[in-house]
């Protein structure tokens, strides 16, 4: 099983990126997707999710900024991340897991670095 993830980098704030994530060896359509991420020294939070149906949560911090989405054809899930702030400073995870996005999702992909300077 593979989450790749892609599409961190530096940003001002106020700006955008999209952060992407491909997945393979396991059936992407039926999992349950989602975002975390992990700013220095502090734990580990689910920014955003979304079901195999298209159904969405997020966290009140990125509520209106953020917009998760699936493309099931290319077992690719996708993280807009709009008017961004240093707050959104962090490693940003991928994940998959079954029926409901648990906070040790079955399968984690490797982080990627999104930096918001002031």
């Known amino acids: 099983v593979q989450l790749q993830a892609s599409g961190g980098g530096l940003v001002q704030a106020g700006g955008s990126l999209r952060l992407s994530c491909a997945a393979s060896?396991?059936?992407?359509?039926?999992?349950?997707m989602g975002w975390f991420r992990q700013a220095p020294g502090k734990e580990r939070e689910l920014v955003a999710g979304i079901t195999s149906r298209g159904s969405t949560n997020y966290a009140d911090s990125v509520k209106g900024r953020f917009t998760i989405s699936r493309d099931n054809a290319k077992n690719t899930v996708y993280l807009q991340m709009d008017s961004l702030e240093p707050e959104d400073t962090a490693v940003y995870y991928c994940a998959a897991d079954r029926l409901v996005m648990s906070t040790k999702p079955i399968y984690w992909g490797q982080g990627t670095q999104v930096t918001v300077s002031s």
């Open positions: 060896a396991f059936t992407f359509r039926n999992y349950v």
